[in-house]
């Protein structure tokens, strides 16, 4: 349980590291399940910037985790 904890605290703090934008589209993916259209209509971006930004965020979560 202890271990479950400490991996969301990483999680959020590695979130919190990422650009603003990037941590927009990854929570409105990730947490509200919407389209790559939906996301962009929100934000105001294109798809491709949108799928970009996705990308982005998520390599960053992965060098971040794995440290």
Excluded: F, H, N
Aim: hydrophobic share 35%.
């Amino acid at each position: 349980m202890a271990d479950e904890q400490d991996e969301r605290l990483r999680l959020r703090q590695a979130m919190a590291e990422l650009p603003q934008e990037q941590q927009e589209v990854l929570v409105l993916r990730l947490e509200q399940e919407l389209s790559l259209e939906e996301i962009g209509q929100i934000t105001g971006v294109g798809r491709e910037t949108v799928k970009s930004r996705l990308r982005y965020a998520m390599d960053k979560l992965r060098a971040r985790l794995s440290e």
